[in-house]
């Protein structure tokens, strides 16, 4: 395991209502669907599921933890009726708002917690063809998995990142707050769980490559969010010491802190009508 000199201690775990004020406010920082660069990840990886048999037009879509649209959206235009669902209301407000914009008609949105949704009751139970689940903590165990299943007829695809490669700054600070490295979801672990359900998947991967600055303040904002996606309440002056300390090493224009990043993409899909 490793440890370093200037870990901080958590400042003490964050109950879940916490958490979800801190979605609800996350909402208004995501990018948009359609912003370029988003635009042409999300476009690969639905390209990828297409090449690999998965039939989009015409289909019924289930998004779970669909956040602002990334997938829903692009997916609806692909000609799917798509059903979006996420606990955050915000979240599905900028989602309601974006279709509205671009009159995308077949979104339809869903205001619940996949951890506790009844599925029958909500009349999610088979009402499927597709089942996806991006980049969301909402389905990680074998338990949504299997709930993941029983609203498909046919598909299921789950995308998450895995290896990640930093910056030595970049990586200093986040040992510096005690931050986890790995990411969360993290496409390795659920390789595994369905894997250990014996079932036959289809995997593909791409890398991906990203540079940019922030500001001290912003890394500062950055960084806390990490501690509050991970259930861990932040200490905001120790983050910005921490941050300080470390930022010499990757000094950007005028102040700023510099990143590099380089992680894979990895995409799951598998059928749920076959033995």
Do not use: H
């Amino acid at each position: 395991m490793e440890r370093d000199p200037m870990t901080i201690r958590p400042a003490g775990r964050v109950p879940g209502a916490t958490r979800r004020v801190f979605w609800e406010r996350k909402a208004g920082e995501y990018t948009s669907p359609f912003d370029e660069r988003m635009l042409s990840w999300t476009e690969k990886v639905i390209g990828i599921a297409e090449r690999r048999g998965v039939i989009v037009d015409g289909m019924r879509l289930l998004d779970i933890g669909c956040g602002t649209g990334g997938f829903a959206l692009p997916l609806a235009q692909r000609g799917a009726s798509v059903t979006g669902l996420d606990f955050s209301g915000n979240m599905l407000k900028r989602l309601a708002a974006e279709s509205e914009r671009l009159g995308i008609e077949n979104v339809r949105t869903v205001r619940n917690s996949w951890k506790t949704i009844d599925l029958a009751g909500a009349g999610l139970e088979g009402a499927f063809d597709i089942v996806i689940s991006a980049l969301s903590t909402a389905v990680e165990t074998v338990r949504d998995i299997l709930k993941m299943e029983r609203c498909s007829t046919r598909w299921c695809i789950y995308v998450a990142s895995g290896k990640v490669s930093r910056s030595k700054a970049c990586r200093e600070m986040l040992l510096a707050i005690g931050a986890p490295l790995d990411p969360r979801p993290d496409i390795r672990d659920m390789k595994k769980r369905l894997e250990s359900m014996g079932r036959r998947f289809i995997y593909e991967s791409f890398t991906n490559s990203v540079e940019y600055e922030k500001s001290v303040e912003d890394a500062v904002k950055e960084l806390a969010g990490r501690l509050e996606a991970a259930g861990v309440n932040p200490d905001m002056k120790e983050i910005g010491d921490a941050v300080r300390r470390c930022r010499a090493g990757a000094a950007g224009r005028k102040g700023m802190i510099r990143y590099r990043r380089c992680f894979d993409t990895g995409i799951l899909i598998w059928r749920v009508d076959e033995g």
